[in-house]
Structure formats: structure tokens, C-alpha cells
């Protein structure tokens, strides 16, 4: 990791936003391509430094310099609202109006989210009208690790309960805020042509977040003639905790396969 850099509000009572900067220790020649990633942490908590794995593999393997970014974050009593996409997008405008000065190709910036961090990372890579992004260039792909893209499907697969959506929306769950969960769900506004590629690796034996989020989220990608990739790894269950050493290698190595044909690759 390079640097912790403060991002000054977007407006009067935005919340202070810091990014973690990792890069190659040894630079290739010319702009570099770059990751812009969103932690996870279930809205109310996690630090930009969780993307770190990933992070420090691709800047190895590929050259990649990672931006991981800090949001705003609620509680149950405390939601945060439609807010935290306000901070996706503050993101993404400070990692464009910095390109150079970060030594990164705007052209080939992607966006990644764990878990919670699908939420930001999804949004920016449909172009939701959540995000307004007016002037600057799709994300070129999009990498989601086991995170809810569809908050409807997340609400029945989770018993008909509460997640940590609450965190943003407040108690009640789809009930009693069904438009709000279709809203924020990044896949009901995935349906124009245009998409970037993306690759959507989920845990068969996630309690937290169902693996058809995969499917659902490749569907949506395909319908509208987009590339989408699923891995969905067997012996993991929320993210790669315990001892799966073997499974966390295989997520690693695909995501750099993903980047060098998907990402990174000039046109």
C-alpha cells in the first residue's frame, strides 16, 4: 500500500471519505490500469484495507493500482440511506480528476465490491439513476464478490427478513419498503445494452448472501448481450474465512485471468 489519502466532502454534510492506495512497487510504462473497490461490512461497518488481497495480487500479477474507498455507514436506528451512493459516485469523480496524478489509464478503471461493497460497485457499473455520472466513462468492468445485487430475491432467500439492508433502509424490511428495495437493488436497472464485463464469484455455502445472486446477476448481463462469468467456489461460505487456502488461490488466480482478458487488456 502506497498511501491513506482524505477525500474532502462532496457537500456541506457529506461525510469525510479516505482511500487506501495500493500499486506495484515497480511501475510499467504508461498509465497503469486501475481498481476502484468497496469493502465490505454490512453498511455498518469495515475499513478500505479489507481489499487488500485482491488489491496486492492484481498490482503483482498485472500492474493494477487499487483505489479502496471508504463510505458512509448506518445501523439499524440509524440508517444511512440512499446517502451511500452518493459516496460511490464522490469516489469515482475523485479517482477520475486524479488519473493522472495517480499514474492510471481513465479508460480502464474498473469497480469491485465485497460483500456490502457489491451495493456501490454495482450501482456505478449499471449506471443506475442512483449515480449520476454524467461526463465520465462506464467503470470498463465490474468484479462482485458474494455480495446481494438483488435485494428482493435477498429478502425471500433470507426467510422473508431483515438483512443488513436495515442498516440503509431502516427496520421493516421489503413490506414495508418494497419500491425502495427494487431501488436499490443494482439489477433492476441493469437492462440497457453497454454493460462492462464482469465476473461474479459467490460461496456455495454462504449463509449470508444466496449463491443465486450469480445467476441472477449473469442473467441480467446476458440478456442485454453483456460478458458475464460466474465462479462459485464449494467449500466457502460468507467471503473466504477458515482454513481455505486452496479456494481463496483459485478466487485470486481467476480474478487475475478476468483482469489480464477483461480488464487490464488495452483495446
Known amino acids: 500500500m ?24 515497480e511501475r510499467l510504462p504508461g498509465p497503469a490500469p486501475a481498481l476502484l473497490a468497496f469493502h465490505g461490512g454490512g453498511y455498518c461497518l469495515g475499513h478500505p484495507h479489507g481489499c487488500g488481497a485482491i488489491a496486492k495480487t492484481l498490482a503483482l500479477s498485472l500492474g493494477v493500482v487499487t483505489i479502496s474507498a471508504s463510505y458512509r455507514l448506518g445501523a439499524h436506528d440509524k440508517p444511512c440511506g440512499f446517502g451511500i451512493l452518493e459516496d460511490a459516485v464522490h469516489a469515482w469523480r475523485w ?48 468484479y462482485a464478490l458474494w455480495g446481494p445485487l438483488d435485494f428482493v430475491a435477498r429478502w425471500y432467500d433470507n426467510g422473508e427478513s431483515n438483512g443488513a439492508e436495515t442498516n440503509i433502509l431502516g427496520p421493516g424490511g421489503y413490506l414495508s ?87 487490464a487488456a488495452k483495446d
Open 2 to 25: 502506497r498511501s491513506e489519502v482524505e477525500i474532502r466532502p462532496a457537500r456541506d454534510g457529506a461525510p469525510l471519505q479516505h482511500v487506501a492506495i495500493y500499486e506495484p512497487s
Open 95 to 142: 479517482v477520475h480528476a486524479h488519473a493522472s496524478e495517480l499514474g492510471i489509464d481513465p479508460d480502464r478503471i474498473a469497480v469491485e465490491g465485497e460483500s456490502a461493497g457489491c451495493l456501490l460497485a454495482g450501482h456505478l457499473a449499471v449506471q443506475s439513476p442512483l449515480v449520476a455520472v454524467a461526463g465520465l466513462p462506464r467503470p470498463a468492468a465490474l
Open 177 to 263: 419498503h418494497p419500491a425502495a428495495y427494487h431501488q436499490l437493488s443494482p439489477l433492476a436497472h441493469a437492462m440497457a445494452p453497454g454493460l462492462p464485463p464482469a465476473l461474479f464469484i459467490y460461496g456455495r455455502t454462504d449463509p449470508v448472501v444466496h449463491p443465486r445472486q450469480a445467476a441472477l446477476a449473469a442473467a441480467a448481463w446476458r440478456a442485454v448481450g453483456a460478458h458475464a462469468e460466474t465462479m462459485i467456489l464449494p467449500n466457502i461460505g460468507h467471503g473466504v474465512v477458515g482454513d481455505n487456502r486452496a479456494q481463496c488461490r483459485q478466487l485470486l488466480e481467476r480474478c487475475a485471468t478476468f483482469c489480464a482478458c477483461r480488464h
